[in-house]
């Protein structure tokens, strides 16, 4: 039988989501593959996908070891299946049947076999309720044969799965012509409903196969996708309310400058964002104006004038339609609010909210917002597993709630534009989302790792951590208050006993700057230090945080690393050496010196380090050459000089050959990510401690120096006396002073010279610290002027 997959259309209903609809994960498998692996293919079946050109090269990744299903291009977007199908047709085997199966559907049934051998076409239907408005492609039976169909039209209770089958393929080719060619279509589309009302229309016997709703699943829209993962697992959803289920500052905003205004303050947006946006009426009035008036009648005031305002709400798309499938798949859902009992009943009055929703008051708890009493109070009310709590919030307040509250995914909700995707996602947020239109995609991640890493799962992994590392304990505290937080890794406080350490777990949340962290393998390059090399540093006067072991989850894949907490009255990070005695920043140099002593030539005895022309770094080279247009053309607008693009334009020329003069030779191991960020001191003595080992490299120890210069330090005013200390601190009698100088040099046109490329082509909306590439580039470039010159940059590729 030839099985056909129409996949040539825009999939307009799923416009909001990233990718299109076949490569949508549902349950951590693509929608497209739920359909195929459910198909039961016999003898001399073969499935023909019919799919746009854009797809064939993902397609060919998903069905390369099925030799049966075979992809067919098309260069356009299709009007409809109809047009689709046409195609199709021309390169299948006309002497079988066709079975056209939407990709968007998969069956818990034999599909194929229901049809196969039938000398009838077959369309195959099941009996629906159609009382929440129509749905599907209706068909209309008398004694069994087909006399209707209609798209969108509930003419009869038998809609229709999208699975349909036609004896003859000639004859079907001949009416998906006439379908084109007579313009015959159903709300401007072309169906495949559209060719079975033409055959229908000219006497061609149409039967229908019944199948019970059990028996298979659609996909194809957005609401159904969430409704098939909700009937899969149960978790619980706790929702802000203002500015996260409902945008409603504009009314706040006009009822406190009305009450205001009696107290002879002028609110302005500054006034309403920094005082009243996200806190109770109490912390209002009390804490932040000091009104000197009854908090309680205030409040009713309050009340009053937003009710006068209530129609000007604005719900956020697809909130509404969320919360009632949570409720109909039997989720556990609460609406938890710094607003007063009164206004937060009469907005979930006015969007219509089940009553089954539950309702936590952030006044009424024994603090608001931004303590986390509020969702500790919704927990405990639903008596949920803290593994399986989704929170939704859009406020400052909210995200340190629910963030204190040990909540472990937390979605920032993006409702107000004057906020970028940075300001939720430091402040606690896992992911982002500006409506619920697509958040069914944005909760994949959500879905199929049903045990995120916080919460006692996560205090059983550290005590299982710390028994295989010789250092059993009885009690673990995990504060997942995050000391330390960015897209590659988050830092939480840890009490084990006696014992105060820190948990440095892998940041799953995903962004760019997460996705090259993974491409650099980054954290395998930390685990292997900490696990193989740290204890090696003992014997020297090298300092790092002691080890007590690797976090791993249920199947003992690392996420994360048990560390001595140097955070504490003792020690200090990252002090601005700009401002400290210079003796502090000549023993960093003295201890860099002296790593690279150790390891000095011994590469060898450490086969996971990796070089800097390792296959892992094969792609900087492309990703250099592919984004230097777009830097020069960026940063050349009044920041860099001609004479400065120039010498990025030359060093990503032969990007290539300084990696590979940078991976022989005098090679030693390097932190790879040496800066004054990454650096604990000892205050008694101003030891330094070293940090974030991620970028840990096999290559010549001149790279640590360089970067901790440019990085540290706001001018050269030291550098060169800095050079001079680290070379008479080299052990190594073969390293002369002029290798030193030319990898001085090299060192500057590489990592350092990525970073710049890759931070200053980075969207804005990536970057925690939005200003860090203006500054960097600009040092960055003020040194390489001052220690390399064109005529330099055209040697390296000898």
């Keep these: 039988m030839n099985i056909i997959i129409p996949l040539c259309g825009r999939g307009s209903r799923f416009a909001k989501y990233k990718d299109p609809k076949p490569f949508i994960k549902v349950n951590n498998k693509y ?9 039961k293919l016999q003898g001399n079946d073969t499935v023909y996908i019919v799919c746009h050109t854009s797809h064939l090269a993902r397609l060919h990744d998903l069905i390369h070891d099925l030799p049966r299903v075979k992809c067919i291009a098309v260069d356009h977007y299709t009007a409809g299946a109809a047009e ?23 069956y818990n049934v034999d ?67 006439s379908v084109l060619e007579s313009d015959f279509s159903f709300r401007g589309e072309y169906y495949t409903s559209c060719v079975i009302k033409l055959m229908i229309s000219d006497g061609i016997t149409f039967k229908y196969q019944l199948v019970d709703p059990s028996h298979f699943v659609m996909l194809g829209t957005p609401q159904q996708v969430l409704s098939y993962r909700l009937s899969q697992s149960k978790w619980e959803w706790l929702f802000d309310l ?28 500054h006034l309403f964002r920094t005082y009243i946006q996200g806190n109770s009426d109490s912390t209002v009035i009390t ?104 929170v939704f919030e859009d406020s400052s307040s909210g995200l340190l709630s629910a963030r204190s ?76 208050t995050k000391l330390k937080g960015g897209y590659i890794a988050d830092v939480m406080s840890v009490k084990a006993d006696n014992l105060e350490l820190v948990c440095k777990m892998e940041n799953t949340a995903p962004s760019n700057l997460r996705t090259v962290a993974v491409d650099l393998d980054l954290y395998n ?46 020690y200090i990070l990252a002090p601005d050496l700009n401002n400290e005695p210079l003796e502090v920043s000549l023993k960093v140099i003295q201890r860099m010196a002296e790593l690279h002593n150790t390891f000095w030539g011994k590469g060898e005895h450490f086969s996971l380090l990796k070089r800097n022309n390792d296959s892992q770094f094969n792609g900087w080279t492309d990703f250099i050459q592919t984004r230097i247009a777009e830097f020069c053309t960026k940063w050349g607008k009044g920041v860099l000089t001609s004479h400065q693009l120039e010498l990025a334009q030359r060093i990503s020329n032969n990007f290539r050959a300084i990696q590979d003069k940078l991976s022989n030779g005098n090679l030693t191991l390097c932190h790879g990510d040496i800066k004054s960020g990454n650096l604990f001191f000892r205050k008694a003595d101003m030891e330094p401690y070293f940090i974030d080992w991620q970028y840990l490299i096999y ?100």
């Design 31 to 39: 929608i497209l593959m739920h359909t195929i692996d459910n198909l």
């Design 84 to 106: 689709t199908l046409q195609v199709g047709l021309g390169f299948v085997d006309s002497t079988k049947p066709v079975l056209v199966v939407d990709g968007d559907t998969f």
């Design 111 to 177: 599909i194929i076999d229901l049809v196969r051998g039938s000398d009838c076409n077959q369309v195959v239907c099941f009996q629906c309720d159609s009382s929440g408005g129509p749905l599907y492609s209706y068909v209309l039976a008398q004694d069994g044969v087909l006399v209707d169909i209609r798209e969108k039209e509930a003419i009869s209770n038998l809609a229709n799965t999208g699975a349909y089958y036609f004896v003859d393929v000639e004859t079907l080719k001949v009416y998906c012509n």
């Design 242 to 269: 203002d500015g996260t289920l409902v945008v409603t500052d504009h009314i706040y905003f006009k009822v406190w400058k009305h009450i205001l205004k009696d107290f002879y303050i002028d609110l302005n947006d």
């Design 287 to 390: 804490d932040n104006f000091n009104l000197h008036v009854d908090p309680h009648i205030l409040s009713q005031r309050k009340d009053a004038l937003f009710k006068e305002y209530i129609d000007e709400i604005r719900v956020v798309p697809g909130a509404v339609e969320l919360l009632h499938e949570l409720v109909k798949w039997g989720q556990n859902v609460c609406i938890v609010t710094n607003c007063n009992r009164v206004t937060a009943e009469l907005i979930l009055k006015h969007m219509c909210i089940p009553e089954s929703v539950l309702l936590v008051i952030g006044g009424e708890c024994a603090h608001p917002k931004p303590y986390p009493h509020p969702y500790l109070r919704a927990m405990e009310l639903l008596g949920s597993d803290m593994n399986r709590t989704i």
């Design 405 to 480: 509250a040990g909540c472990p995914k937390i979605i920032g909700v993006h409702t107000d534009m004057r906020n970028d995707q940075h300001f939720y996602i430091v402040r606690g947020a896992n992911m982002v989302i500006s409506d619920y239109l697509a958040v069914s995609e944005v909760l994949e991640d959500t879905f199929t790792n049903v045990a995120p890493q916080t919460g006692p799962l996560l205090e059983k992994a550290i005590q299982r951590a710390l028994i295989c590392n010789g250092t059993p304990t009885d009690i673990i505290k995990l504060d997942t």
């Design 525 to 570: 390059r930390e685990y292997y230090f900490y696990e193989a090399i740290s204890n090696l540093l003992n014997v020297t006067n090298v300092r790092t945080p002691h080890f007590y072991g690797t976090v791993r989850d249920e199947h003992y894949k690392p996420i994360g690393l048990l560390l001595q907490n140097l955070g504490t009255s003792e």
């Design 699 to 798: 290559g010549r120890g001149v790279q640590d120096l360089v970067f901790f210069l440019i990085e540290s330090y706001k001018d050269t005013k030291y550098t060169d006396l800095f050079k001079e200390y680290y070379f008479t601190q080299i052990d190594c009698p073969e390293y002369t002073k002029q290798l030193f100088e030319y990898d001085f040099k090299l060192a500057i046109c590489y990592y350092p010279f990525f970073v710049g490329i890759w931070f200053g082509t980075t969207p804005q909306s990536d970057l925690i610290d939005v200003n860090f590439p203006y500054f960097y580039i600009k040092k960055l470039f003020n040194f390489m002027e001052k220690y390399i010159d064109l005529p330099f940059c055209d040697t390296l590729g000898v």
